[in-house]
């Protein structure tokens, strides 16, 4: 088990930089997911962590120590490749003991380990058969097993379920949390899939064109969002995000959004968008969860009006597309009143608004 | 009869033969189209072979005056074969023929194999470096024969850079020659078993490589353990390709040494074309021609079959 401290990483592939200067702290058996979408460089970090690829700029230590002088073999890493890399020309056997064997272990050793791995992953009953005859899902648990049998320092899985259909990628993700846990190893996990993340990590790392967007547990990346890529990224459904132009008048701040309609700022948000003069253009956040309707509830929640465009059942809830001119806002609807083409209006709770500056990103006036 | 077994497989395609089903469905129209080249290679490759086989049983040369389809005039029963089997030379020519395989195959094999490993990697100058190997087998052989035999030379480049004697002669000497010719063979073959080395190495899915090496696999345990199983068909391919070649080895020897001294570099082909141009007995010749033919398609299939059960 160990601790890992990525420094100021940078990879650049000619002209291109695939990773942009990243830095995070993993403690010793944390479960960290590196989250982003397809191409920004999730694979790249994870290369560079086991030493598959070199980094361009920057360190990475393991338990405070650079490995950047041990050769792959000697790192004591374990590696779930994306596909899997299973020795499709052994037996289920021999890549179970493949890690043992190179190291010399005894005979019955090996034996004693590659059972228990075997029973532990429930692929006993296909020991002794080809391992290109299972099927993906067995593949999966090939592969972690693995790894796993001669006790790596770290685990890095890259896009473990990406491959596997929807009911057993339910099942291993609790599986994996389960392994995580009796293992008690530090492990990154690589994914695109904001749900994977927010159910099996302890820490989120959100990667957007190579840069590290947010590092953080996954509530707080969740409440907290410290830019409009984070806020836009993580959620589902995701959050209301409408961009506009900021207007004062009168003391009164207004967002005039491009789509012709206008948000009323108030309350905390009114706040966080005038904590920066320079700002010009912003981007307001709310999730659809916290959009409610009926009877206003404080005194700076912002009213808006809209159509109701669709309803669309979300397990036992209604998710609601309400129409502002232009602009369309997401809504639970929270009273199961609501029928489509109702001129309704709505309440977007200023405490539980977002600010972003429109240009950089960044959030405004949060905690 | 074909009716019957028609009916009892109630027409099941997955049950039926291949020839119920032609039965059934007349042949492929891919047929008609190969059928014309189909026959003209048949009359290319078994008209010479039924030939050679006809000829082989008969004392028939050039000068006997008849022509060759006449050559039932003096059949002999097969003393041909009884001839080659008790013929000092044909088995000289054989066992030396054997010993470039065995020698220069082998060398081949394993120089090819760490060459290729070297080339699985990426580094500066892997291009040139890769054209530079493939070149020697993109030579004549005949000229490679030539460049051999000016290297050999009694006051050629091997001595002078060795530092031996002009009468320190390779080419003349008994035991030398075939060393010569051997060295010539391995530096001419050597790129093809590279090449056809390295693409099957190159088969082996890298990842698979550095999933094993992550595992804790040395170069070399992985090497045996993950790249050379993965590449026995391909091994299999090149140790039997070059094989039945090192049977054809002609150009180089004839170029280098004619065969000699006396007869110590004669190879099969060797002796076959002094016996076809020098001796006219070609009836001789058809005989070890089909008799090496048989031989060199026996090993063959079994080489391969080996390979087809793995
Ligand atoms: N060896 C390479 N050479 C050039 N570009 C690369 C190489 N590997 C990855 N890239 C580029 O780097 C970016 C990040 O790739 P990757 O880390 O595989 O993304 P992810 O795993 O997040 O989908 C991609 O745009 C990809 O095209
Ligand atoms: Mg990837």
Same mark, same amino acid.
């Given at each position: 088990?160990?601790?890992?401290?990525?420094?100021?990483?940078?990879?650049?592939?000619?002209? *291109? /930089?695939?990773?942009?200067?990243?830095?995070?702290?993993?403690?010793?058996?944390?479960?960290?997911?590196?989250?982003?979408?397809?191409?920004?460089?999730?694979?790249?970090?994870?290369?560079?962590?086991?030493?598959?690829?070199?980094?361009?700029?920057?360190?990475?230590?393991?338990?405070?120590?650079?490995?950047?002088?041990?050769?792959?073999?000697?790192?004591? !890493?374990?590696?779930?490749?994306?596909?899997?890399?299973?020795?499709?020309?052994?037996?289920?056997?021999?890549?179970?003991?493949?890690?043992?064997?190179?190291?010399?272990?005894?005979?019955?050793?090996?034996?004693?380990?590659?059972?228990?791995? @075997?029973?532990?992953?429930?692929?006993?009953?296909?020991?002794?058969? %080809?391992?290109?005859?299972?099927?993906?899902?067995?593949? =999966?648990?090939?592969?972690?097993?693995?790894?796993?049998?001669?006790?790596?320092?770290?685990?890095?899985?890259?896009?473990?379920?990406?491959?596997?259909?929807?009911?057993?990628?339910?099942?291993?993700?609790?599986?994996?949390?389960?392994?995580?846990?009796?293992?008690?190893? /530090?492990?990154?996990?690589? /994914?695109?899939?904001? !749900?994977?993340?927010?159910?099996? @990590?302890?820490? !989120?790392?959100?990667?957007?064109?190579?840069?590290?967007?947010?590092?953080?547990? %996954?509530?707080?990346?969740?409440?907290?969002? =410290?830019?409009? *890529?984070?806020?836009?990224?993580?959620?589902?459904?995701?959050?209301?995000?409408?961009?506009?132009?900021?207007?004062?008048?009168?003391?009164?701040?207004?967002?005039?959004?491009?789509?012709?309609?206008?948000?009323?700022?108030?309350?905390?948000?009114?706040?966080?968008?005038?904590?920066?003069?320079?700002?010009?253009?912003?981007?307001?956040? !709310?999730?659809?969860?916290?959009?409610? *309707?009926?009877?206003?509830?404080?005194?700076?929640?912002?009213?808006?009006?809209?159509?109701?465009?669709?309803?669309?059942?979300?397990? %036992?809830?209604?998710?609601?597309?309400?129409?502002?001119?232009?602009?369309?806002?997401? @809504?639970?609807?929270?009273?199961?009143?609501?029928?489509?083409?109702?001129?309704?209006?709505?309440?977007?709770?200023?405490? @539980?608004?977002?600010? *972003?500056?429109?240009?950089?990103?960044?959030?405004?006036?949060?905690? | 009869?074909?009716?019957?077994?028609?009916?009892?497989?109630?027409?099941?395609?997955?049950?039926?033969?291949?020839?119920?089903?032609?039965?059934?469905?007349?042949?492929?129209?891919?047929?008609?189209?190969?059928?014309?080249?189909?026959?003209?290679?048949?009359?290319?490759?078994?008209?010479?072979?039924?030939?050679?086989?006809?000829?082989?049983?008969?004392?028939?040369?050039?000068?006997?005056?008849?022509?060759? +389809?006449?050559?039932?005039?003096?059949?002999?029963?097969?003393?041909?074969?009884?001839?080659?089997?008790?013929?000092?030379?044909?088995?000289?020519?054989?066992?030396?023929?054997?010993?470039?395989?065995?020698?220069?195959?082998?060398?081949?094999?394993?120089?090819?194999?760490?060459?290729? +490993?070297?080339?699985?990697?990426?580094?500066?100058?892997?291009?040139?470096?890769?054209?530079?190997?493939?070149?020697?087998?993109?030579?004549?052989?005949?000229?490679?024969?030539?460049?051999?035999?000016?290297?050999?030379?009694?006051?050629?480049?091997?001595?002078?850079?060795?530092?031996?004697?002009?009468?320190?002669?390779?080419?003349?000497?008994?035991?030398?020659?075939?060393?010569?010719?051997?060295?010539?063979?391995?530096?001419?073959?050597?790129?093809?078993?590279?090449?056809?080395?390295?693409?099957?190495?190159?088969?082996?899915?890298?990842?698979?490589?550095?999933?094993?090496?992550?595992?804790?696999?040395?170069?070399?345990?992985?090497?045996?353990?993950?790249?050379?199983?993965?590449?026995?068909?391909?091994?299999?391919?090149?140790?039997?390709?070059?094989?039945?070649?090192?049977?054809?080895?002609?150009?180089?020897?004839?170029?280098?040494?004619?065969?000699?001294?006396?007869?110590?570099?004669?190879?099969?082909?060797?002796?076959?074309?002094?016996?076809?141009?020098?001796?006219?007995?070609?009836?001789?010749?058809?005989?070890?021609?089909?008799?090496?033919?048989?031989?060199?398609?026996?090993?063959?299939?079994?080489?391969?079959?080996?390979?087809?059960?793995?």
């Amino acid at each position: 088990m160990s601790s890992i401290q990525i420094q100021n990483v940078t990879k650049r592939f000619g002209d *291109f /930089t695939a990773v942009d200067n990243i830095s995070i702290d993993i403690e010793e058996g944390e479960f960290v997911a590196l989250l982003g979408p397809s191409g920004c460089g999730k694979t790249t970090t994870m290369n560079m962590i086991a030493g598959l690829e070199d980094a361009t700029e920057g360190a990475i230590l393991f338990d405070n120590q650079d490995l950047g002088h041990v050769r792959m073999q000697d790192r004591n !890493i374990g590696f779930v490749f994306q596909n899997y890399a299973i020795f499709t020309h052994l037996s289920v056997y021999k890549n179970l003991s493949y890690g043992l064997e190179v190291k010399k272990v005894g005979k019955s050793e090996i034996e004693r380990r590659v059972k228990a791995m @075997a029973d532990r992953m429930s692929i006993s009953h296909r020991l002794d058969q %080809p391992a290109s005859s299972l099927s993906v899902n067995e593949m =999966q648990k090939l592969a972690i097993g693995r790894s796993a049998i001669v006790e790596p320092r770290i685990f890095l899985l890259d896009e473990p379920l990406s491959n596997l259909d929807a009911g057993f990628r339910a099942y291993m993700r609790a599986e994996l949390k389960v392994l995580q846990h009796e293992f008690g190893q /530090t492990m990154i996990y690589v /994914t695109h899939d904001q !749900i994977e993340a927010m159910s099996l @990590a302890d820490k !989120i790392a959100i990667i957007d064109q190579g840069k590290l967007m947010q590092y953080g547990a %996954p509530l707080d990346i969740y409440n907290d969002p =410290q830019n409009r *890529f984070v806020a836009n990224f993580v959620g589902s459904p995701r959050m209301n995000l409408v961009d506009g132009e900021l207007r004062e008048e009168q003391g009164a701040l207004r967002l005039m959004l491009h789509g012709g309609a206008e948000i009323r700022l108030d309350g905390q948000v009114k706040t966080a968008f005038t904590s920066d003069a320079k700002v010009h253009s912003g981007s307001f956040g !709310i999730r659809p969860q916290d959009i409610y *309707f009926g009877e206003k509830r404080a005194d700076n929640d912002i009213r808006m009006q809209g159509k109701v465009e669709v309803l669309e059942r979300v397990g %036992p809830k209604r998710l609601a597309y309400l129409q502002v001119q232009e602009t369309m806002f997401l @809504a639970f609807d929270d009273q199961a009143q609501l029928r489509v083409g109702d001129d309704v209006p709505f309440y977007l709770p200023s405490g @539980a608004s977002m600010a *972003f500056d429109l240009e950089s990103g960044r959030r405004l006036g949060g905690q | 009869m074909t009716d019957q077994t028609l009916t009892d497989t109630t027409g099941n395609a997955d049950t039926m033969g291949y020839w119920q089903k032609v039965a059934r469905d007349g042949p492929r129209m891919g047929f008609w189209f190969v059928l014309p080249t189909l026959l003209l290679l048949l009359f290319i490759v078994v008209f010479p072979l039924l030939m050679q086989l006809y000829l082989s049983f008969t004392w028939w040369t050039p000068l006997e005056g008849i022509p060759w +389809y006449q050559a039932w005039e003096v059949f002999n029963w097969g003393e041909n074969y009884w001839f080659m089997i008790t013929d000092p030379r044909f088995w000289g020519a054989l066992w030396r023929t054997v010993l470039i395989m065995i020698v220069a195959v082998p060398a081949q094999f394993f120089l090819g194999m760490a060459l290729a +490993y070297l080339f699985i990697d990426k580094f500066p100058g892997r291009k040139i470096f890769y054209s530079i190997m493939l070149t020697p087998m993109m030579i004549v052989p005949a000229v490679v024969g030539l460049m051999f035999f000016l290297l050999f030379q009694g006051t050629g480049p091997v001595n002078d850079h060795l530092g031996l004697p002009a009468e320190f002669s390779w080419l003349t000497d008994v035991n030398r020659a075939m060393i010569s010719v051997i060295i010539a063979d391995i530096w001419q073959w050597t790129p093809l078993m590279f090449l056809i080395l390295l693409a099957g190495m190159l088969g082996v899915p890298s990842d698979q490589l550095l999933a094993a090496k992550l595992l804790g696999g040395s170069n070399w345990q992985n090497f045996v353990k993950i790249i050379l199983p993965r590449m026995k068909t391909v091994i299999i391919i090149a140790l039997v390709l070059r094989a039945v070649e090192c049977f054809k080895i002609f150009d180089l020897v004839f170029i280098m040494t004619k065969g000699g001294p006396g007869v110590q570099t004669e190879t099969i082909s060797v002796f076959l074309y002094k016996q076809t141009f020098g001796d006219l007995e070609w009836a001789y010749v058809a005989t070890i021609g089909l008799s090496i033919l048989i031989a060199l398609s026996i090993l063959a299939v079994k080489g391969l079959s080996y390979m087809a059960k793995k």
